[in-house]
Every structure is written in C-alpha cells, then in structure tokens.
C-alpha cells in the first residue's frame, strides 16, 4: 500500500470507531432539532415516550392498533396513574389508584356526546383495562 492508501485507511477506521462510540452513548433514536432546521416546528412520530434521568417511562403518547391516540402518565414509583384518549372515538380522562384500578372517569356516552363522570370508591374500583397495544 502506498502511504496516501494507508492513510485514507487510517482515516476511515478512526471515523468509523467514533461514529461506534458516538452511537454507543447517545440514547437511542435521539432526535435534536436545531433552530435553522426549516421543520423544527414539526416532529412526526408514532409514538413519542418520555423519561426520567434513570430511563424510567413517565409519559407514553401513541395511536394504538386501531388508529385511537392516547397519553398515559406513570407516577414516581412506575404506576399508571392517568390516561387520556379516544378509545372507539369517545375521548376520555381515566385516572387510576395505586393498584391501577380505575377510580374516576370522565368521558361522553357513545355518539349522544352526554357527559358521563363516574367515581368509583375503593371498594367499587374496577381492573383498568388498556387500550393502547
């Protein structure tokens, strides 16, 4: 090898391990918007999940399999604790108790659109179902 193929080698072998490290360190599918950048008003996603400093899940925002969007909030100790969506096309305010047993629903009643505001004491709690797969 000439010494100018020996050094665009050596080039392309240190760039390659710094771009391996750089990887290595950086959360996985880090988005950074940058003020020129002509789109950094919009960010389009699937599924947008927030985390604390430890990478515990606090926040979840996501369209489910059928299309419905929703936000699910986690508590200190990793606990749904709030769900906002609109499962089959009726928007909701779910929140839950400790247990992630429902304990008040705000909602609507099907296409009539009536308000529906249910409190559940903790003898009544029910299993929350989730809707977000």
């Known amino acids: 090898m000439t010494t100018q193929t020996k050094i665009i080698v050596a080039t392309a072998v240190a760039l390659a391990v710094v771009d391996i490290a750089v ?3 950086l959360p996985a599918r880090t ?3 940058h003020e020129g950048n002509s789109n950094a008003n919009v960010l389009t996603v699937q599924q947008l999940r ?12 996501k369209v489910n ?3 419905d969007p929703g936000l699910l909030m986690f508590d200190s100790t990793g606990i749904e604790r709030l769900q906002l969506d609109t499962f089959q096309n009726i928007p909701s305010l779910i929140l839950m108790d400790q247990d992630e047993n429902r304990r008040v629903y705000f909602g ?4 009539s659109g009536d308000a529906l505001h249910t409190n559940y004491s903790a003898e009544e709690a029910i299993t929350h179902e989730r809707h977000d797969d």
């Open 31 to 33: 988005v950074v918007i």
């Open 108 to 111: 609507m009643q099907g296409d």
């Open 65 to 67: 399999s059928n299309g």
């Open 50 to 61: 927030i985390v604390d400093n430890a990478g515990n899940v606090k926040m979840d925002m």
């Open 23 to 25: 990887r290595a360190f």
